[in-house]
């Protein structure tokens, strides 16, 4: 199985800041990866696909980064609807596996 | 976007058999270039891919639950099911229905259900 670990799994920010969290996989699974944000009480709702494609509908302030085994997802000007915990998921190969998520909590 | 929504008891003994379905808005199951997955999530904890069916019928398992899982699709009733033997406590989860397009890029869950909690518990 393909192990996916984010890192930082907590990090606390202010509104209008900027913040990058790392999601690493354990072999390399080129650019197959999604990045899901999910609200207390809600599903996950995807933002980006293929590493960096955003999905219809998402603000640009959020973007993707990375191919191989290390990505990222940059929120820009954090806004307060943005403070949820994202995951990130490869779809590479079986069985899909997500990250254990991290946090964005208001500082 | 596609709308789906699980339905199934939300409490099951140990031991018995987790059923659950999830009926589809907005396509024709048995026409449309989707797959249909179930991902679960234990209370406060994080996502698990349990499995995946796509419109040719090949299913993909997750290989921890392959022994006691099966997800199969109902065109007559537009939905797809969800069928876990022997449940444990461990088994407790939110259970959401998923879907995105079948392509040959990979699982990307475009649209999900609201989640339907089910207790393992006697």
């Known amino acids: 199985d393909i192990q996916m670990t984010q890192s930082p799994s907590l990090l606390s920010a202010s509104v209008g800041d900027t913040v990058t969290i790392s999601c690493r996989a354990s072999?390399?699974?080129?650019?197959?990866l999604v990045w899901y944000q999910q609200k207390p009480e809600k599903p996950p709702n995807s933002l980006i696909h293929?590493?960096?494609i955003l999905q219809s509908g998402v603000p640009s302030r959020f973007s993707g980064s990375g191919s191989g085994t290390h990505f990222t997802l940059t929120i820009s000007s954090l806004q307060p609807e943005d403070f949820a915990t994202y995951y990130c998921?490869?779809?590479?190969?079986?069985?899909?596996?997500f990250g254990q998520g991290t946090r964005l909590e208001i500082k | 976007h596609l709308q789906l929504q699980e339905s199934g008891p939300g409490l099951v003994k140990p031991s018995e058999t987790l059923s659950l379905t999830c009926s589809v808005s907005?396509?024709?199951?048995?026409?449309?270039?989707?797959?249909w997955g179930w991902v679960r999530q234990p209370p406060g904890k994080g996502l698990e891919w349990i499995g995946t069916?796509?419109?040719?019928?090949?299913?993909y398992y997750n290989p921890s639950l392959e022994s006691r899982v099966s997800v199969s699709v109902d065109t007559s009733e537009n939905q797809f099911s969800l069928t876990l033997k022997t449940v444990t406590a461990a088994d407790t989860a939110i259970y959401y229905c998923a879907t995105g397009p079948d392509s040959t890029v990979g699982d990307i869950f475009d649209d999900w259900g609201q989640g339907t909690l089910v207790t393992v518990s006697s």
């Open positions: 072999q390399d699974i080129s650019d197959s």
């Open positions: 998921q490869q779809y590479n190969d079986y069985p899909i596996t």
């Open positions: 293929a590493s960096s």
């Open positions: 907005g396509t024709s199951i048995g026409d449309s270039a989707y797959f």
């Open positions: 069916i796509y419109n040719s019928g090949t299913t």
